[in-house]
């Protein structure tokens, strides 16, 4: 599973490494909640966090 995720800020903006740090791991956290373990489980997955000037943020 591939997940990519564009934020409304630019990768200059202040803060905008927390905050996508900060989405990642909340979706890591829905990810692996066991609502969707039987979905998921074993699945390999990756995140992308881009800003709007399609620069990545975190991986």
Not at 22 to 49: N, S, W
């Amino acid at each position: 599973m591939h997940l990519k995720i564009t934020l409304s800020l630019k990768s200059t903006d202040e803060d905008i490494h927390e905050i996508a740090d900060g989405i990642k791991e909340h979706i890591v956290t829905i990810l692996e909640a066991e609502r969707f373990q039987a979905d998921v489980a074993g699945l390999p997955y990756r995140i992308e966090v881009y800003g709007k000037d399609h620069q990545l943020i975190a991986e």
